[in-house]
Nanobody, 116 residues
Framework: QVQLVESGGGLVQPGGSLRLSCAAS????????MGWYRQAPGKQREPVAT???????NYTDSVKGRFTISRDNAMNTVYLQMNSLKAEDTAVYFC??????????WGQGTQVTVSS
């Protein structure tokens, strides 16, 4: 079974930075697509960034140039470095894993609040 545990969320001022981490259990991490989604109050969940097992990354337009997704296969961990944070980045951030068999797994989410 796969379990995903996020950490690193919190309260930060506009323009600040946070680094989210997601530790995965199970044996599919290195061959899985990893990603981050977010859900703001009253809005639908949306994709933020993904990274393939080969390291190819993809970002939603609103975070390009500010966020960086990376993975450490030896540690079964995926990261999201968030810089130049804006109020509109406030959301619950979820880690996701898509296994080689097409199954999707989600973490419990971590709150990110950008406010002065």
């Amino acid at each position: 079974q796969v379990q995903l545990v996020e950490s690193g969320g919190g309260l930060v001022q506009p323009g600040g930075s946070l680094r989210l981490s997601c530790a995965a259990s199970g044996r599919f991490f290195s061959t899985s697509i990893m990603g981050w989604y977010r859900q703001a109050p009253g809005k639908q969940r949306e994709p933020v960034a993904t990274v393939t097992r080969g390291g190819q990354t993809n970002y939603t337009d609103s975070v390009k140039g500010r966020f960086t997704i990376s993975r450490d296969n030896a540690m079964n961990t995926v990261y999201l470095q968030m810089n130049s944070l804006k109020a509109e980045d406030t959301a619950v951030y979820f880690c996701t894993l898509r296994s080689p068999f097409g199954a999707d797994y989600w973490g419990q989410g971590t709150q990110v609040t950008v406010s002065s």
